[in-house]
């Protein structure tokens, strides 16, 4: 039974007829006002809104279904229910001409009590079901258009597009009115690259399965989006797919921060094998001297006290890595903290200089200083400046082969008042190519150099100095020209003030080390100098003619020249691949006998199994046993 709130509208001209038709519909619970009329009909509707009109077809002035006709056409009361009755006209034409007239249906008098209130629920019924699907169909649209996703409905079996919503146009860059009526209109947003492949899956809903895809759009300015699309099958009362419901994603961001979080994986592996490497590589002459101390007899005086520097340089070097390794965790926890002074620039070069100079000697480089003709003072930390520029030149002095050039160029550059101190350390190493000057920053970068380069570093040295020098207010920036043709790397301080001074130059004196003859011979390579003498003496006091060499590129030469029984080969080595090298040694026919050991610090399966297949007949990690390296010699 439908409430009684329900309002009807009885019109009829005929006094005892409409009479009982309200005394029937009052019983029944609804609430009834009447007219006699077609006019006072159309006014009642339009005032009173009622639910339903009882409208019958003969009216005195105008005729019921031009009553009806007007009540539909008017967008005030379009949604009321009209149902037509008549006592005269109730044949099959009339029927008819009544429901095209927009009656929701119609009754022949005479009219009985129950058909009548039967016909009245039937009708209210109905509303109350377009009433809801209404508010349905208003709330879903409220819902699609308030969505950050695309929501789209295909009809079946045509495929034809029946909804796509707003968020059409912020994702894929296009107006949803651009869109045509076939199913795959879409498809002309999709990346090149893309399309087929989703064309192809698309095709395949035509047994109405679900899917779950990622591929990119491409918008009308050329941007590039990830999307998620995910197709389901809507089904009605029979489980009959009468629709195909999508809903679309944007996951650029997503796609993003995974892109990060591998590369931040990836980076990390990196870190830990370089860190292994690191903390061997200093060990291995460490041990080295240490071995030469115990065995060297006290008449060497000169050989132990090389040895002793040795260990001295390479502490220092472990020092130096843990050292980098805190103050990295400190900067990204925020605990360093800068102790400001003004600070003459000149003494914080010097202490770089001097902070370097080892490295620069051993690998026998030139360094050559210039300074203005001014003194220059900034607002720091002098500690902290002086390690940043000392790192600058230890960089410089590793990444370029022995006998290279370093410089560091101090200008005072700007107008006054925005003056910038400008430090430039420049050589001419191995260089970066341009693909890796806007990673080299980044925490754990390690830049791309020569195929198997070993990565000397951990990869925090330029992170650290490139924080450091912000929280002073400066900048750090890198240019190469190229793989082979150096760097050079700008510090940029804001300056205070300057005064008159003497410019300065200084070069400083390479020194190259000994070398030392015995009986067995053995050639050794690494352009680890400190390493290589080390394992070098070592070998001299255990009966071997020992000979090293750092220069990769004419170690076939020498090979040649020298005839060694026994190459114990780094695998990093400035400008060539160790793999390589090797291959080309046991690729020539005079040294294919050449026993060949492997000696750096990566020692992962991974690792031994390129050395076994490069042709190395030993692998040794850093730093080897005594015993080990004896065995690696003499193919035990």
């Known amino acids: 039974m439908i409430a009684h709130a329900t309002l009807i509208l009885n019109v009829d001209d005929n ?30 509707a ?16 105008i005729n019921g279904i031009e009553v009806c006709r007007r009540i539909k056409a008017d967008p005030a009361t379009a949604a009321i229910l009209v149902l037509q009755t008549s006592a005269a006209l109730t044949g099959r034409d009339d029927k008819i001409r009544g429901l095209e007239g927009g ?18 629920n039937a009708l209210m019924r109905m509303r109350q079901t377009q009433s809801a699907l209404r508010d349905s169909e208003e709330r879903f649209r409220q ?11 295909f009809a079946v079996p045509s495929g034809a597009l029946v909804f796509v919503s707003p968020a059409y146009a912020s994702i894929f860059g296009r107006l949803a009115g651009e869109l045509g009526s076939t199913h795959d209109d879409w498809l002309a947003a999709v990346h090149p690259d893309d399309r087929a492949g989703v064309q192809r899956r698309w095709k395949a809903t035509d047994e109405y399965h679900s899917y779950d895809e990622e591929f990119r759009v491409v918008t009308e300015d050329g941007t590039i989006r990830w999307v998620r699309d995910r197709l389901f099958p809507v089904r009605n009362a029979r489980d009959e797919v009468y629709r195909v419901a999508r809903v679309t994603s944007d996951i650029t961001r997503r796609r993003e921060m995974e892109s990060l979080l591998r590369a931040a994986d990836v980076n990390k ?73 003004d600070i003459n620039i000149g003494p914080v070069i010097a202490q770089a200089i001097e902070t370097a100079t080892p490295l620069l000697q051993a690998r026998r480089h030139t360094l050559d200083v210039q300074l203005p003709a001014v003194d220059i003072w900034v607002s720091g930390d002098a500690v902290r400046l002086a390690q940043s520029v000392g790192n600058l030149l230890h960089n410089a002095a590793k990444f370029t082969p022995e006998q290279g050039k370093v410089s560091i160029r101090v200008e005072l550059v700007g107008e006054v008042g925005a003056q910038v101190a400008r430090i430039d350390v420049i050589d001419n190493g191995i260089g970066i190519e341009r693909g890796n000057l806007s990673r080299i920053f980044g925490m754990f970068a390690q830049v791309s150099v020569a195929p198997d380069r070993a990565q000397e570093g951990l990869g925090i040295g330029l992170s650290l100095v490139s924080r450091l020098l912000e929280m002073h207010g400066g900048r ?58 080390m394992m070098g003496f070592l070998l001299t006091e255990m009966g071997y003619d020992t000979l090293t060499a750092s220069d990769a590129h004419s170690i076939v030469a020498t090979a040649l020249a020298e005839r060694p029984d026994v190459i114990v080969l780094d695998i990093g080595l400035p400008g060539i691949d160790g793999y390589q090298l090797a291959r080309l040694i046991k690729g020539h026919a005079d040294l294919a006998h050449t026993r060949l050991v492997a000696h750096t610090g990566y020692g992962s399966p991974e690792d031994r199994q ?23 010699l003499r193919g035990e």
Do not use: C
Request: proline share 6%.
């Open 269 to 341: 592996n990196e870190f830990l094998a370089t860190l292994a490497h690191e903390l061997r590589n200093p060990l291995s002459p460490i041990r080295s001297a240490a071995a030469l101390l115990a065995n060297g007899g006290d008449d060497n005086i000169g050989l132990r006290e090389r040895a002793r520097d040795v260990i001295t340089r390479q502490v220092d070097h472990l020092a130096h890595l843990v050292d980098d390794l805190l103050d990295v965790a400190r900067i990204s926890q925020g605990k360093i903290v800068l102790r400001r002074e």
């Open 103 to 120: 009656a929701d249906n119609y009754l022949a008098a005479p009219i009985e009590a129950d058909e009548l209130i039967a016909n009245v």
């Open 15 to 44: 006094d005892g007829a409409r009479y009982a038709k309200t005394r029937i519909l009052q019983s029944a619970g609804f609430r009834v006002v009447e007219a006699e009329n077609g006019t006072d009909a159309l006014a009642f």
């Open 143 to 153: 819902l699609t258009d308030n969505i950050e996703d695309v929501f789209w409905m």
């Open 610 to 632: 390129k050395a076994r297949d490069a042709g190395f007949d030993a692998h040794l990690v850093k730093p080897a046993q005594l015993a080990a390296l004896e065995a690696a």
């Open 476 to 533: 750090l920036l890198a240019t190469s020209p190229g793989i082979g043709l150096g760097s050079k790397f700008t510090v940029e301080l804001p300056v205070i003030r300057s005064g008159m001074a003497p410019m300065v130059s200084v070069v400083v004196p390479h020194v190259a080390p000994p070398a030392e003859p015995a009986r067995l011979r053995v050639l050794l390579v690494d352009d680890n100098v400190d390493a290589m003498e």
């Open 46 to 61: 339009r005032r009173d809104e009622p639910d339903l009109v009882l409208l019958d077809v003969k009216l005195p002035d």
